[in-house]
């Protein structure tokens, strides 16, 4: 579904993406994970279009996108759902519109039809029965999933997940990963996952590549990953810290008086 071959991105003198190459097969979820400032959330944009890459290829179901038309990259993008780190939901809508924003914007559908795809995108992500509630009045879990019924409600072949698990408690957040595994086994949707937690990533993912300094330096399965002798992946995946990523770090922790 989706193929990423020597792709370079940088900003200014900071080199982001170095030679990355990753491939996501149908239905397949893939999970990205790294320190924060590595590059996941670059990849992302690049793939979405709204970062253009320094040189590379991104194909999507075929399609080379990196020079595609607007016109033509916003096709695309309706094949593309993503479910942002805090939900972004608008404030001043109801759950009901904020999950039919998409279709109300960009599709031409009758209230019944709308009404109904609400209905059913709200009832896979367990939600029932909140359509007129606004968002002040949910949790943070409820957010994320109303979030994600907004990107069902579009029928996606491929969902982004940015962080889904973060600024929720451990419960929230089993519950989540169980979903993302669900609807993957539902929709036989493609995914990539951006994480840092390591329990998420092996909960949902079939794959599981890391980037450090703007490469890939380890790919494989979630029993693969925990096998892995990189002494990188290592530190990272056990939260050590002490070892080669922060060696040359100068660390300050304040003291409790």
Request: glycine residues 8%; hydrophobic residues 40%; aromatic residues 4%.
């Amino acid at each position: 579904m989706i193929e990423i071959v020597n792709l370079n991105k940088s900003f200014g003198e900071n080199v982001v993406l170095k030679n990355v190459n990753l491939t996501i097969e149908t239905g397949q979820t893939k999970v990205i994970i790294g320190r924060s400032g590595v590059g996941k959330s670059v990849l992302l944009k690049s793939i979405m279009g709204i970062l253009i890459p320094d040189s590379g290829s991104i194909k999507i179901d075929g399609v080379e996108v990196t020079d595609l038309p607007e016109k033509e990259y916003n096709k695309i993008r309706m094949k593309i759902g993503m479910v942002f780190q805090g939900g972004a939901l608008f404030d001043s809508m109801n759950v009901a519109e904020n999950v039919a924003f998409v279709l109300n914007e960009f599709m031409r559908l009758d209230k019944r039809t709308v009404d109904k795809k609400i209905e059913e995108s709200l009832a896979l992500v367990g939600l029932q029965g909140v359509e007129d509630m606004m968002p002040s009045e949910l949790s943070g879990g409820m957010k994320k999933r109303v979030s994600l019924a907004r990107v069902l409600c579009m029928d996606p072949e491929v969902i982004f997940y940015d962080e889904p698990t973060t600024g929720v408690d451990p419960v929230t957040a089993d519950a989540i990963n169980t979903l993302i595994v669900e609807l993957r086994n539902k929709l036989d949707v493609t995914s990539i996952v951006v994480t840092h937690d390591m329990n998420s990533a092996y909960k949902v993912a079939d794959k599981i590549a890391m980037i450090y300094s703007g490469q890939v330096i380890a790919e494989g399965t979630p029993q693969e990953i925990q096998q892995a002798t990189h002494p990188v992946v290592r530190q990272f995946i056990n939260g050590d810290a002490k070892g080669p990523i922060t060696d040359g770090e100068h660390l300050v922790f304040g003291h409790l008086t």
